[in-house]
């Protein structure tokens, strides 16, 4: 048995709308996302709240699946391996993920996570799967040195007084593990293309969010979630999980990875915007530097950069 996948197409050939208006819509809703689930996690309790939607994101990925025809099967010694990696890419991360937007402010959430492309670089070079000029090292101090702006500032009080510290520490292990589960599951991408590795080890790690949070959902009080948490729940589980791994996979396929990429770079940009539309996160200074720290270094770790087949899909789900 093996995965397959739609075979490719020419640039044209396919498309049903403008591959650069699809990534631009994911980059809005994951932009977006951080300000909704940090809204909702005031009524939802986090494990409660994650558990439900993957199962809600699970359900419409696989109704994708089966409407464009993608068969998601592996060859047997390679499934136990792809269970242990769905564990990490989303139980582990997403455990991490939650809580750490829960203990921290959206923005500061958004800049922690758009680290994952450095890490994954360093990564890599410690595997000796690329190499990089100085260029890019210096792109790799610059960014760490913007994270640690970032945390300086947070662990001095300049987010309106709240220590948010331990919430961004949390989201930087977030970004670890998917940086590790990104780097492990390379050949796996390569080999059985991205869309049916993702979701395999989503629809595993919706089996251990759902084991692991029962006792969360059982006390969970859903009678009393408002409207408005409940469809933070419906954007942060059908939009940014699941709609958002077709866009990207589209974006891919019709763009590459390298120009997708550059688009993902402005999440952040764009979740510091809306949660300071949203929640009232007026941008401090710190964050301002440290968020031109962080996108310079990542622009200039990007630069002559020799990869040997890194997986397309950088960037975590939300």
Do not use: C
């Given at each position: ?5 739609p075979?490719s197409?020419?640039?044209?050939e ?13 980059v809005?809703?994951w932009g977006s ?6 809204s ?6 986090p494990?409660?709240?994650?558990a ?6 699970s359900?419409?990925?696989a ?7 993608v068969?998601?099967?592996f060859p047997?010694?390679d ?5 242990g990696?769905g ?9 991490l993920?939650i809580y750490g937007?829960?203990?921290?402010r959206a923005?500061?959430?958004a800049l922690?996570l758009?680290?994952?492309p450095?890490?994954?670089t360093?990564l ?9 000029s100085r ?9 760490i040195?913007?994270?640690?702006v970032?945390l300086w ?5 300049l987010?309106?007084g709240?220590d ?14 998917w940086s ?8 796996y ?8 590795v993702t979701a395999?080890t989503m ?10 949070s029962t006792?969360?959902?059982?006390a ?5 979630i408002?409207?408005g948490a409940?469809?933070g729940?419906?954007?942060?589980g059908?939009?940014s999980?699941?709609?958002?791994y077709i866009?990207?996979?589209y974006?891919?396929r ?5 120009r997708?990429a ?13 949660a300071?539309?949203?929640?009232g996160?007026?941008p ?13 270094g990542?622009?200039?770790?990007r630069?002559?950069r ?13």
């Amino acid at each position: 048995m093996s995965a397959s996948q739609p075979r490719s197409t020419s640039s044209s050939e396919g498309r049903r709308f403008s591959p650069d208006l699809a990534i631009v819509l994911l980059v809005l809703i994951w932009g977006s996302n951080f300000s909704v689930v940090k809204s909702a996690l005031s009524e939802f309790n986090p494990l409660a709240f994650n558990a439900t939607r993957f199962v809600l994101a699970s359900a419409v990925l696989a109704v994708f699946l089966a409407i464009s025809g993608v068969r998601v099967r592996f060859p047997k010694q390679d499934v136990m391996r792809l269970v242990g990696l769905g564990l990490l890419g989303n139980v582990l991360y997403q455990g991490l993920f939650i809580y750490g937007i829960d203990g921290t402010r959206a923005g500061n959430a958004a800049l922690m996570l758009s680290t994952v492309p450095l890490i994954v670089t360093v990564l890599s070079v410690a595997l000796k799967h690329e190499t990089i000029s100085r260029a890019g090292w210096a792109g790799v101090v610059l960014s760490i040195s913007g994270i640690v702006v970032i945390l300086w500032g947070s662990s001095r009080g300049l987010s309106f007084g709240s220590d948010t510290i331990r919430g961004d520490l949390i989201m930087l292990g977030s970004a670890l593990a998917w940086s590790v589960y990104t780097v492990l599951s390379s050949p796996y991408v390569q080999k059985y293309g991205t869309l049916p590795v993702t979701a395999f080890t989503m629809w595993i790690g919706t089996v251990g969010l759902v084991a692991v949070s029962t006792p969360a959902l059982l006390a969970q009080d859903w009678i009393s979630i408002t409207p408005g948490a409940w469809g933070g729940l419906v954007f942060s589980g059908a939009f940014s999980l699941a709609l958002a791994y077709i866009l990207w996979y589209y974006g891919i396929r019709h763009l590459g990875s390298s120009r997708t990429a550059v688009y993902s770079n402005t999440v952040p940009v764009v979740a510091l915007l809306v949660a300071w539309l949203t929640l009232g996160e007026v941008p401090t200074m710190v964050q301002v530097v440290g968020t031109v720290m962080i996108l310079g270094g990542i622009g200039l770790a990007r630069l002559r950069r020799k990869p040997v087949e890194l997986p397309e899909d950088l960037l975590p789900p939300e």
